[in-house]
C-alpha cells in the first residue's frame, strides 16, 4: 500500500510537467496571429489553413524564402509598423491592440495593399497602440481556394 501511495504521489509531481511540455507548441507550428511588443520583429511564413492563413515563424535575421517580416516600435508618442514581405504576391492584415495591458485586443486598423516585392511599407498611428497583434492576412494562397483582398 505505501509503494502505490508512494507512486501516485511521484506522479502527481511530474504531472504538471508533462502537461506543461505537451501544451508548448513545436517549432514550425502555424498560428493565425503573432503579438508584437514595441521594439520587437518577427517574420513568418503565410501556409494555408482551411478558411485562413497559418504564420509559420521564421528567423528575422535570416528570414525563409517567402517570408513576411513585422517590426513594431513605439516613439514621438506614435506607433509604427513596418513591414516588409517577399511572398510574391500583395496582401493585407488586420492589427489589435491591447493599449492598457489588460489583454483585451481591440481593432486598431489594417495594413492593406502590402506588395509582395520586399519593399517596405510603414503605417503610422496617433499614441501608444500598447501590445499588437497581426493577422486575419488576405491575399495570395487562402486554405483551397484563392482569396483576395477584397474578401473573396
Known amino acids: 500500500m505505501r509503494?502505490?501511495?508512494?507512486?501516485?504521489?511521484?506522479?502527481?509531481?511530474?504531472?504538471?510537467?508533462?502537461?506543461?511540455?505537451?501544451?508548448?507548441?513545436?517549432?514550425?507550428?502555424?498560428?493565425e496571429r503573432i503579438s508584437l511588443?514595441?521594439?520587437?520583429?518577427?517574420?513568418?511564413?503565410?501556409?494555408?489553413?482551411?478558411s485562413h492563413q497559418l504564420l509559420v515563424p521564421t528567423d528575422p535575421d535570416h528570414p525563409a524564402s517567402g517570408a513576411?517580416?513585422?517590426?513594431?516600435?513605439?516613439?514621438?508618442?506614435?506607433?509604427?509598423?513596418?513591414?516588409?514581405?517577399?511572398?510574391?504576391?500583395?496582401?493585407?492584415?488586420?492589427?489589435?491592440a491591447d493599449r492598457d495591458g489588460d489583454g483585451g485586443f481591440e481593432p486598431a486598423g489594417d495594413l492593406a495593399n502590402v506588395a509582395g516585392d520586399g519593399i517596405p511599407v510603414r503605417r503610422d498611428w496617433p499614441g501608444h497602440l500598447g501590445t499588437i497583434n497581426v493577422g486575419d492576412f488576405v491575399g495570395g494562397p487562402h486554405g483551397d481556394k484563392p482569396h483576395d483582398a477584397a474578401g473573396g
Open 68 to 96: 513576411i517580416i513585422v517590426h513594431y516600435e513605439t516613439n514621438d508618442g506614435g506607433s509604427h509598423i513596418t513591414v516588409r514581405s517577399t511572398t510574391g504576391y500583395p496582401l493585407g492584415f488586420s492589427v489589435l
Open 37 to 50: 511588443n514595441p521594439g520587437e520583429t518577427k517574420a513568418f511564413t503565410l501556409a494555408p489553413g482551411k
Open 3 to 31: 509503494i502505490a501511495s508512494a507512486g501516485i504521489a511521484l506522479a502527481a509531481l511530474f504531472l504538471p510537467a508533462v502537461a506543461l511540455a505537451q501544451s508548448e507548441e513545436p517549432p514550425g507550428i502555424g498560428v
